[in-house]
């Protein structure tokens, strides 16, 4: 084990080892694969009702009658392609998103891909690394890991040489190595590699709502197809005519395109996410973002720019001798940690590693602590942390740091100690050490729009609270100011934390305990709860949350919790991330009415039919022409269009609230055109032609109601379907394809009349449930309708 410490596997063990397939190899399934992607779009239960349907009409009816079979191929096309896109963009990104591993290898330390560890493999570990494989410790320098992944528990466990780690699990504090026992398959983290990295079909409340819709509706359309069915073969004059009646309304019940649009909606936002280099790792993320109405910031990474620099060491020791040993003590420190965190490295930026200062005990920082510390041969022990909880107010200093943090600087105490068993509150103080951070210049704007979008911002830290109060201030966050200091929250009462929560905006000297904390207590007042982080004593507050959002430079342990990875570490994503989900939920809510009036029209119009024993009044190639331009076409755009609505609760009554009686106006209308033409004597093929007539006006009224705002491309889009209709019944090719006449004029005209009452209806129908929006909705240069 000794020799295995040293110098690691060689090249020929590793040939070896990899040959007999003891590699880290498992499924990456960022996305699903090609194979997948085609069955899912191809064998569903509409296609496979809709094939049985075309046949039907193949054998006893018209072929003119059988286009909407076209309707699988173009569902399972445009399906396949847009998650084909989807697919790429996450692999790509996928790839970058994976961390390195550090092994030592031929006795030197080199970075490898996950999936090029083998069975043996000496790793080395630092703060922030996620154990990919399973091992056995081999060396450990205060080694801490947080293994709450894998049991719940949040409090970090020291190892020590021999102790046995499992992946999944992430390193808090201190430095180490350990040997891979079980890798690939065999190790845990495969399970949890799957699940992080998932191309999202996992549960979603707008899935869920589709969902609900569907299976409403087959429990509708068994019956009512069968009554249908049933009156078509008693009224029409042969059995073609019946199967091509009962086959007009059955399809038209079906909302054959509503799963589609959803599907092509959420993978579009993959897309456009991932070419702002967001990796979106579950798709439901998409829809959660919309839902957002909290958004609580780590300040450092998110609102700070990563690196920081030493602006000053201000000695707080009368003796002369003291600074020059204040400062090799402190460059001593700060020298000692194998990955230096940001404020370390400005450290051993401006003081290199002092000769004669050799470390026999060290405690290495962690967030929790907040501090670390080393006794040194012949130097005494010396702790370096942050300045409120190293010392105390009776400590002379204490001021002097409360003072420059109120300025936005941070500032570190650093000091000697008898021992460095719990040396809080016995420091001998001897310098204060100051850094500079650096404010995302971006950051202003970014919180801006968020407080014009009424998102909460909720500003967690786990610095000093006036220091994060004068980042607050510098931003402009409302609030930020009264910085509120975590040490005096009450952690056992939830009500009264949750009240603190909801009134406040700027948290400093919060715990990672207190983020988890934090994010349950915002949870339990009915808050949608966003939490960013880059860091390790993030990950459990972003686990938690709603939807966890890291930084692309964070810990690995980070980004694998996280459902949304701004690759870049740009803030001003965010915006386009919270956009995006909202384009996606309001467009399928605005679609889905278009849909669900379809279907419900169609179950008035086959219950008409079937009960009172008359022929279904169009045939399925007037249902195929209709449904195109006042559904199929226009839905496409809209579901990808920009939008910058709120989401709001209740989806699926609301609806239904508007689709089902739109659904019955549009039913009696065309029901009454048809009636009222075949009274005056009209042929079949004339009365059907009114009632396509009638159908047509009155649902492309629903879609120019659906279709607001009116801005250019869409009143493009609604004006093109009239042209389009106009020109089916003008062009005689067209005219005589979709069987339609147009020798009755009278009949014509009356349909009109009717459609406009019936649009007339609608519209108030619009007003009383779905009452007109009345903020702004903005076609800014970003929110390009993209196909």
């Not at 579950?282 to 620099?309: S, W, Y």
């Not at 971006?442 to 729009?449: H, S, V």
């Not at 903005?778 to 390009?784: F, L």
Request: glycine fraction near 8%; charged fraction near 20%.
């Amino acid at each position: 084990m000794e020799q295995l410490a040293d110098r690691g596997l060689t090249t020929a063990e590793i040939a070896e080892r990899t040959a007999r397939g003891q590699v880290n190899e498992v499924s990456r399934r960022s996305s699903r694969s090609l194979s997948a992607i085609v069955r899912a779009n191809v064998l569903t239960l509409f296609n496979a009702v809709i094939a049985a349907l075309w046949v039907l009409i193949m054998i006893f009816g018209q072929w003119q009658d059988g286009l909407f079979g076209l309707v699988i191929v173009a569902n399972s096309a445009i399906g396949i392609v847009q998650e084909l896109r989807a697919k790429r963009t996450l692999d790509r990104l996928a790839v970058v998103n994976e961390a390195p591993v550090r092994v030592r290898r031929n006795g030197a330390e080199t970075e490898i891909p996950p999936r090029k560890v083998v069975l043996g493999d000496l790793i080395l570990l630092c703060p922030g690394d996620r154990l990919l494989v399973d091992g056995e410790i081999t060396g450990s320098g205060g080694l801490e890991i947080d293994e709450s992944l894998l049991t719940g528990e949040a409090d970090p466990v020291h190892k020590a040489v021999g102790d046995q780690v499992l992946s999944g699990s992430f390193v808090v504090a201190g430095t180490g190595s350990y040997v891979a026992t079980k890798v690939g398959d065999d190790a845990y983290a495969a399970k949890l590699a799957q699940e992080a990295s998932a191309f999202g079909l996992a549960h979603s409340e707008l899935r869920a709502g589709v969902t609900r819709f569907i299976k409403y509706i087959t429990w509708l359309v068994v019956p009512i197809g069968m009554l249908l069915t049933w009156s078509q073969l008693n009224k029409a004059e042969d059995f073609g005519q019946a199967v091509t009646g009962a086959v007009a309304g059955i399809v038209t019940m079906i909302p054959e395109g509503l799963v589609l649009m959803t599907s092509i909606a959420f993978a579009v936002g993959v897309v456009r996410l991932g070419r702002r280099r967001c990796l979106v790792q579950e798709l439901p993320a998409i829809e959660i973002l919309a839902r957002v109405d909290v958004l609580c910031l780590d300040k450092t990474g998110t609102l700070t720019a990563g690196g920081m620099n030493l602006a000053e060491v201000r000695s707080l020791a009368d003796d002369p001798l003291t600074p020059s040993l204040t400062t090799e003590a402190l460059a001593a420190l700060a020298n000692l940690e194998e990955t230096p965190n940001p404020t370390v490295q400005a450290i051993r930026v401006a003081h290199p590693a002092p000769p004669g200062w050799h470390a026999t005990t060290t405690v290495p920082f962690s967030s929790a602590r907040k501090w670390s510390g080393a006794e040194f041969a012949g130097k005494g022990a010396w702790v370096l942390g942050a300045a409120d909880v190293l010392l105390t107010p009776e400590t002379p200093g204490y001021g002097q740091a409360a003072d420059l943090a109120a300025t936005g600087l941070r500032v570190l105490a650093l000091g000697r100690v008898a021992t460095l068993n719990d040396p809080v509150g016995s420091v001998e103080p001897r310098a204060l050490v100051v850094l500079e951070q650096r404010i995302r210049p971006e950051a202003a704007d970014t919180l801006r729009y968020f407080a014009e979008q009424g998102v909460a911002i909720k500003i967690i830290s786990g610095d000093n609270p006036e220091s994060v109060s004068a980042i607050a201030t510098a931003l402009g966050v409302p609030g930020g100011r009264d910085a509120v200091d975590a040490r005096t929250l009450p952690e056992d009462d939830p009500d009264k934390l949750s009240e603190i929560l909801d009134t406040n905006t700027v948290f400093g000297r919060v715990t990672p305990h207190q983020k988890r904390l934090f994010v349950s207590a915002l949870q339990s007042r009915g808050h949608t709860v966003a939490m960013t982080g880059d860091g390790v004593n993030d990950v459990l507050a972003l686990k938690d949350a709603d939807l966890g959002v890291a930084m692309g430079s964070g810990s690995g342990a980070t980004r694998a919790v996280a459902q949304i990875v701004l690759m870049d570490d740009d803030f001003t994503s965010l915006p386009s991330v919270v956009g995006e989900g909202r384009r996606v939920l309001a467009n399928i809510e605005r679609v889905s009415s278009l849909f669900l009036t379809k279907t419900f029209y169609a179950l008035v119009l086959s219950l008409l039919a079937g009960i009172f024993g008359l022929a279904f009044p169009f045939t399925p190639r007037h249902s195929t022409l209709v449904n195109a331009l006042t559904i199929g076409v226009p839905a496409f755009f809209l579901a990808l269009a920009p939008s910058s609505e709120r989401a709001k609760p209740g989806f699926v009554p609301r609806v239904l609230r508007l689709a089902i009686p739109w659904g019955v106006v549009c039913a009696l209308a065309v029901h009454l055109s048809y009636l009222l033409a075949e009274t005056r004597g009209a042929t079949p093929e004339e009365s059907r032609t009114a009632a396509v007539i009638t159908l047509f006006l009155v649902t492309w009224w629903a879609l120019v109601l659906i279709a607001r705002p009116y801005l250019w491309w869409r009143v493009t889009l609604v004006g093109a379907m009239v042209v389009l209709f106009a020109l089916s019944l003008a062009v005689p090719f067209t005219r005589e394809f979709f069987a339609l006449t147009l020798s009755d004029p009278a009949d014509d005209v009356v349909s009109i009349a009717i459609s406009v009452v019936a649009a007339l209806a609608l519209t108030i129908v619009f007003r009383v449930m779905r009452p007109v929006d009345k903020s702004p909705v903005q076609d800014r240069p970003t929110d390009t309708l993209e196909v």
